[in-house]
């Protein structure tokens, strides 16, 4: 279709709404023009988003193209008249709410670093961390400052195939003692970079999400995970999780696991269709279930509707750091029910 027949199609669209919106009852029946112009609103509602934009694009171009004044004001109104605007509406209120929520897991990113530098910052960097054998803090905190590096390159540069944080120059300083200084800097050039990104943006990432939005929410799992591992070395416990960024980690980790080479081959293996996996916080009432089978797994919030052929129920940060296998299935912070093995199986596999 041409652009000389769009146009005098949008130009005739629109002089007929306008005439039917602006016509009094003596010309015509209020109820008559109310039904035309439902009846061609509901027609265009069949269109998809982006013919309805560019329909909305050539009524506006009608408009603008007669002088101002009242005339073209009332052609201005024919997109709201025929609720053109309304997917625009509402993506541009998606999109707000895709940043708020983005930069809510940047905030939560921000402080749990400062907490893990605190945490670490006069500790003897040889302590052992016995939820990471072989290493100390010194490693634990190297390990930390490289994943907050790593993901600010990709959330800054962006690139379309996979980047290893091993590629990157690092820079750590010689003294370990010197270390939690050191993570400030790559935690803050992180935040800096992730609260500068389009949320949607595109970018190569591990997982099932291939946008910038991925990067706040791996790296806000990996820094709540290792203050974890470094409050567990210093104190023997970790420190009580917030119930919504526990959950939010744990669904980071489901929805990654089966993009982990690690994870996703011995899964496919493992010999458990059709066993249901149940996780129930106690604290916030969040229910995961997991379904093996299929080559590997499948999950959902909630119950599914089906019985679990083995549940935990423990805090959410708890179930998180289970999953990670930083506490043992067997610590008292567990209530298990049905059959052990299968979350023994789940857990000598699926551990990021």
């Known amino acids: 279709m041409s652009d000389a027949l769009l146009n005098a199609l949008a130009d005739a669209l629109a002089g ?32 998809g988003r982006t013919d309805r934009s560019t329909l909305d694009g050539l009524l506006r171009a009608t408009a603008l193209r007669r002088p101002p004044g009242p005339s073209r004001d009332e052609l201005l109104r024919v997109t709201a008249v025929l609720r053109l ?10 999109a707000q709410d895709a940043q708020d929520a983005h930069l809510a897991v940047v905030d939560a990113v921000a402080e749990r670093a400062v907490r893990y530098a605190d945490t670490v910052r006069d500790a003897d960097p040889a302590t052992p ?19 907050h590096d790593w993901a600010a390159h990709l ?30 800097v790559h935690a803050e050039g992180f935040t800096t970079a992730a609260r500068a990104a389009d949320p949607a943006a595109p970018v ?35 420190a009580p999780l917030d119930p919504g960024t526990a959950a ?52 959902s919030r909630g119950s599914g509707g089906v019985e679990p052929t083995a549940s935990v129920t423990a805090d959410a940060g708890e179930l998180l750091l289970l999953m ?7 610590d008292h912070r567990f209530t298990l029910a049905g059959d052990r093995d299968v979350l023994n199986d789940w857990l000598t596999v699926a551990a990021l």
């Open 129 to 147: 961390v016995p939820t990471c054998p072989g290493w100390t803090l010194a490693h634990l905190t190297r390990h930390l400052g490289t994943v």
């Open 324 to 330: 990670h296998r930083r506490y043992p299935a067997d």
């Open 85 to 94: 605007t309304e997917d625009a509406a509402q993506d541009a209120q998606d």
């Open 155 to 184: 959330v800054t540069v962006r690139p379309a195939t996979r980047v290893r944080a091993g590629d990157l120059a690092l820079d750590p300083p010689a003294d370990p003692s010197s270390y939690a200084d050191w993570f400030s």
């Open 248 to 299: 939010d980690a744990l669904d980071h980790f489901l929805t990654t696991a089966p993009h982990v080479p690690w994870i996703a081959e011995p899964l496919a293996h493992l010999d458990r269709d059709g066993a249901v996996l149940r996780l129930v916080a106690r604290d916030s009432g969040v229910v995961w279930t997991l379904v093996l089978g299929g080559g590997g797994f499948s999950w």
């Open 16 to 47: 007929l709404v306008t005439a039917v919106e602006t016509s009094d009852e003596d010309t015509l029946d209020p109820d008559t023009a109310g039904r035309w112009l439902e009846g061609t609103a509901h027609a265009l509602s069949g269109l």
């Open 204 to 238: 190569w990432s591990p997982g099932a999400d291939p946008s910038v939005r991925h990067y706040p929410r791996h790296v806000l799992a990996e820094t709540v995970v290792h203050l974890a591992d470094a409050e567990i070395a210093l104190t023997g416990t970790a």
